[in-house]
C-alpha cells in the first residue's frame, strides 16, 4: 500500500520562502510519475510541479521540485511566495497501470499541508 505524508506547511509573508517535503513509502512502479498539486478554497485542484511534466507557468521560476529516492522524499522548495498561492497542497503518485496523468483515479494521494501566504 503506498502512503504519501505531506509535511512543512505554515504560514508565511509574501516574499519568503517554504519546503514542503511528502515522505512516500510502497511500492512506487514510476517514480518520475510523482507531483505536487494544490487547491485553494472555491477554486479547482491544479497541477503545481511534476516530475514528468515540469511546471505550470505562475510558478515557474520561483518553485523547485526534487526528489531524493535514498530518502523516499520528494520536495517542493517554494521561493517568492504570493498570496495568490495560498492553498492546500498535496503530493500525488502515479497508480501502476495507468499512465503519469492528474486525475484522481491515476494517483495516490496525501493528505495535503496548508500553506497561507499573507502579504
Known amino acids: 500500500q503506498v502512503q504519501l505524508v505531506e509535511s512543512g506547511g505554515g504560514s508565511v509573508q509574501a516574499g519568503g520562502s517554504r519546503r514542503l517535503s511528502c515522505a512516500f513509502s510502497?511500492?512506487?512502479?514510476?517514480?518520475?510519475?510523482m507531483g505536487w498539486f494544490r487547491q485553494a478554497p472555491g477554486k479547482e485542484r491544479e497541477r503545481v510541479a511534476t516530475?514528468?511534466?515540469g511546471y505550470t507557468d505562475s510558478v515557474k521560476g520561483r518553485f523547485t521540485i526534487s526528489q531524493d529516492n535514498a530518502k523516499n522524499t520528494l520536495y517542493l522548495q517554494m521561493n517568492s511566495l504570493k498570496p495568490e498561492d495560498t492553498a492546500m497542497y498535496y503530493c500525488?503518485?502515479?497508480?501502476?497501470?495507468?499512465?503519469?496523468?492528474?486525475?484522481?483515479?491515476?494517483?495516490?494521494w496525501g493528505q495535503g499541508t496548508q500553506v497561507t501566504v499573507s502579504s
Open positions: 510502497g511500492y512506487i512502479k514510476d517514480r518520475a510519475c
Open positions: 516530475i514528468y511534466s
Open positions: 500525488a503518485a502515479g497508480r501502476s497501470g495507468y499512465t503519469c496523468s492528474e486525475s484522481d483515479a491515476s494517483n495516490y
